[in-house]
């Protein structure tokens, strides 16, 4: 007798890519798995990710998931660290139980991922399957221009770094960073920085000189 049951989707056959992000912004990429996200984030490469450490997880059809700090940056007072290498089987459980969670349903969670570093989504693009269909929204990405990067002055991720801890100190300029803010359309600064620099820049220098 056929089984009146059928198949469920797991909601993680939509994750076709991760990314992990530093300040430098040097890591390998594309990443098939979360654990090798948090492997660089755990490597000599990485550069301070205690405080500018992100992991995205892209989708098929244009989103992207940024996943959140707390599940893999430990938090104790004013320090923070990124989780030991001990602790990656529960990490990346955790994780993946939040993924499950959050692609389920409908929430604000997914962003467009043509908002999260841009200028490099191309590149990401071109080393994943081949084979795989291209959803419309991400063959107008690719035909975007460059955004930010062709201003020669442009000041770089870590200058922005710098600025922020000179004004703040370093645990309010981490918490700022990734924090949404209304002048950057509700995203955080460093989801801006690759777009747009300079904006960034300019926050920064608003809040040295008293401004919101």
């Not at 990314?19 to 550069?47: G, V, W």
């Amino acid at each position: 007798m056929p089984s009146d049951h059928t198949p469920q989707h797991d909601p993680l056959e939509s994750i076709f890519a991760y990314r992990a992000f530093d300040l430098r912004d040097r890591f390998p990429q594309p990443l098939e798995t979360f654990r090798q996200a948090l492997e660089c984030l755990q490597s000599d490469n990485a550069y301070l990710p205690d405080m500018s450490g992100e992991i995205v997880a892209y989708l098929r059809g244009g989103r992207a998931v940024p996943i959140p700090e707390h599940l893999f940056i430990r938090q104790a007072g004013n320090s923070a660290s990124v989780v030991q290498k001990n602790e990656n089987d529960r990490v990346c459980n955790a994780v993946e139980a939040w993924l499950r969670e959050t692609l389920s349903q409908e929430n604000e969670d997914t962003v467009n991922a043509s908002t999260v570093r841009p200028s490099r989504l191309n590149i990401l693009l071109d080393q994943c399957d081949p084979n795989a269909p291209e959803p419309d929204d991400i063959q107008a990405w690719q035909h975007i221009g460059e955004i930010g990067r062709e201003i020669i002055e442009a000041p770089g991720r870590e200058d922005i770094w710098d600025a922020a801890v000179k004004t703040m100190g370093e645990v309010h300029a981490r918490r700022w960073m990734k924090t949404s803010h209304p002048k950057l359309n509700g995203k955080s600064p460093n989801l801006c920085i690759e777009e747009d620099p300079t904006r960034v820049y300019e926050l920064v220098l608003q809040i040295n000189a008293g401004a919101d």
